[in-house]
């Protein structure tokens, strides 16, 4: 079965990046640039994983992997925090409760690493 | 031989007398009144003049130990006696004077009393002293300064009696002079020493006040005046409550009781109105004083420091704005950096399309320069971390020999594409310590880096041990070295030595200022041992048991 990926991220060419490499990959993607909507899509679409940017439009990173950790449907779906911001990022990750984190610039080999890991769980 | 004499007229009268009463009682017998009268009168006569004599001699008595106690004390006496005829010239002195002026009695005895006055009569003292003859009352306690025979000026109180005729009236004086030189030179020396300290504070620039125990200053230097601008007669007296407002004044009022109850000395920072209204910051240090006589007072140095709390307040903020620019700006790079590295790599990795040969190098070009530049922003973010004093380290328990192995894997395949070997020489008993893993990781990377960027061949080795309360970690290489003059150049920010061409190798200068402060952190040592065309050791040393 395809899985299904949602990233969230408001930089569009980092976007387009991701997502070209994930479906080379063979991952089906869903995009997304904001917050509010992010929650939004991962409730529609109960997505195989989450690719999530800390500071997003609307609602930021921390509190969307939150939401998503505190609902007892969704809790169980994987998130990947994917930052610019070096500072205390280990604490951050803990207080989105998020599964894992990865600091940009990053390898994308290192990307997809995480990613398969993450899925398998 | 006048005793004798006396005694023997006292006899001579005695007998006189019986043999008057018996020759009496002889011719009134033979009833010769007339001869018994005369017997009898002169037997009378005879009675009274022994009688006188034994009152003589007690009234002589008396006289003799009366002036025997005069010469007595004059002659102990340490003050110098003397007496002035009607001319005011001396007509006595005791010998004290020889301690006092330096002079005989017999020097002193025909001279005038101006004679023993610096100045003669012209003398200001001796003037004043001749007024107080003039009145013919005695006086006592008058100051004067007398002279030596060696023209030293001496100082005395002068006290003195009038002598009188028996019609009253003067015909000179007796007095005493007593040495107060020495009290007058301990007056002088506090005169200067009371001198001495009010120059002292005075010249302190900082206000400098003294409280006594009812929280009245009473003592102030001239910086606190000016500091306050209110002159010290209107401050002297005056407690906290007429001073400041009532506000203030009842927070200094509680800090310096508390100084006064406890003892113990009040390091603080105040904000006080001066007189033309403007704030201050001051930095005030109170301390208790005790006398001797068990008064309590507080001591205290003020010290304005409005414009250094301003260029704090200024450095901070600018500290703040650096802190907060360098962390912005690092984050801001690396997005960017994230989205060409990535799309680099795609490209290279032939993801998006076929790449020739010739592309592909100028994209390895494009790639090392995005490993450089990124090592940049991580290096310059570290630095501007520990400078803030805001490196964090998460201390968890490990073997060195796992983090080594983990270093030793992600840069083997580096050291052997250079054709180096990577060596390791652990010692398996080492035990666990307190490390922050990624921290440790990212200071052997630095050590590793270093090495293979100056060894040309031969190996490097990491080596492992334990040597006291350290596990000790060397990095040992067969590169060119380092000049002993540049050895304490590495520790220091933006240095570098050595040139690299290669711009995947270039570093910033900050490695090792980083690595130094990774394992200050630990509470460990770092150090560093080199050979020119032997090699290099960096070592650091990592504390077994925590401390705190």
């Known amino acids: ?121 | 031989m006048r005793e004798y004499k006396r005694l023997f007229l006292k006899i001579f009268f005695l007998i006189y007398f019986v043999l008057g009463v018996l020759i009496t009682f002889y011719f009134y017998d033979k009833k010769l009144y007339g001869f018994s009268v005369i017997f009898s009168g002169l037997a009378f006569l005879s009675f009274g003049i022994y009688v006188s004599f034994i009152f003589r001699k007690l009234h002589e008595q008396q006289l003799f130990e009366s002036e025997e106690r005069f010469k007595q004390v004059t002659m102990v006496s340490q003050n110098w006696i003397w007496e002035l005829d009607v001319d005011y010239k001396y007509k006595y002195s005791n010998d004290a004077v020889k301690n006092l002026l330096g002079r005989s009695p017999s020097d002193i005895v025909g001279k005038h009393f101006y004679d023993f006055f610096k100045n003669g009569a012209q003398d200001e003292s001796a003037k004043a002293i001749m007024e107080l003859f003039e009145t013919g009352l005695p006086f006592r306690g008058k100051l004067t300064n007398r002279v030596t025979d060696e023209n030293i000026e001496i100082f005395t109180k002068v006290a003195a009696v009038p002598v009188k005729n028996r019609q009253g009236k003067v015909i000179g004086f007796r007095g005493v002079d007593s040495d107060v030189t020495a009290l007058k030179d301990a007056e002088a020396q506090l005169t200067k020493s009371r001198d001495y300290f009010f120059k002292i504070i005075n010249t302190i620039g900082d206000p400098v006040f003294v409280k006594d125990r009812q929280h009245r200053w009473v003592l102030l230097n001239d910086a606190h005046d000016a500091f306050f601008g209110y002159p010290k007669e209107e401050i002297l007296g005056k407690s906290d409550y007429d001073l400041f407002p009532k506000e203030q004044a009842v927070v200094f009022w509680e800090k310096d009781e508390k100084v006064f109850t406890t003892g113990i000395e009040d390091v603080n920072e105040e904000e006080i109105t001066d007189s033309h209204g403007k704030v201050h910051t001051i930095f005030t240090k109170k301390c208790l004083y005790q006398d001797n006589e068990g008064n309590k007072f507080i001591v205290g140095v003020i010290r304005d420091i409005t414009e250094l709390t301003d260029a704090q307040k200024r450095l901070k903020e600018a500290m703040e704005i650096k802190t907060r620019f360098t962390s912005m700006v690092s984050h801001e790079l690396r997005t960017p950096l994230a989205a060409i590295k990535t799309g680099v790599n795609l490209v290279y990795d032939g993801l998006a399309g076929n790449v020739t040969d010739e592309q592909k190098m100028f994209l390895g070009v494009v790639r090392r320069n995005l490993d450089r530049l990124s090592r940049l922003i991580n290096d310059v973010l570290d630095f501007q971390k520990f400078e803030a004093g805001k490196m964090i380290f998460q201390m968890e328990k490990h073997k060195i020999n796992d983090i080594i192995n983990e270093v030793y894997h992600s840069l083997v395949s580096l050291i052997n594409e250079k054709g180096l070997t990577l060596k390791l020489d652990l010692a398996d008993d080492l035990p666990v310590i307190d490390v922050d893993h990624d921290k440790i990781i990212q200071v052997l990377n630095n050590f590793i880096n270093n090495a293979i960027k100056f060894t040309d061949k031969g190996s490097i080795t990491v080596k492992a041990y334990r040597k006291d309360d350290y596990v000790v970690t060397d990095v040992i290489d067969t590169g060119i070295g380092i000049k002993k003059e540049d050895l304490n150049k590495l520790f220091v920010a933006f240095e570098q030595i050595g040139r690299e061409k290669n711009p995947q190798n270039k570093g910033t200068g900050l490695g090792l200022v980083i690595s130094k402060e990774i394992i200050n952190g630990h509470y460990g040592k770092i150090w560093v041992e080199s050979k020119v065309g032997e090699g290099t050791i960096f070592s650091f040393a990592l504390p077994i048991k925590r401390k705190v």
Do not use: W
């Open chain 1, 1 to 121: 079965m395809e899985r299904r990926i949602l990233i969230v991220e408001d930089e569009e060419d980092i976007l387009v990046e991701i997502s070209f490499i994930l479906t080379k990959k063979g991952y089906s993607v869903i995009k997304c640039s904001d917050g509010e909507q992010a929650l939004v899509l991962v409730k529609q679409e109960k997505p195989d994983m989450i690719i999530l940017d800390l500071f997003l439009p609307k609602m930021s990173g921390i509190d969307v992997s939150r939401a998503v950790k505190m609902d007892d449907e969704l809790k169980n779906i994987p998130v990947l925090i994917l930052t610019a911001s070096v500072d205390n990022i280990a604490e951050k990750a803990e207080i989105a409760m998020a599964d894992d984190y990865l600091i940009k610039p990053f390898e994308y080999l290192q990307l997809l690493d995480k990613i398969t890991a993450l899925i398998k769980e």
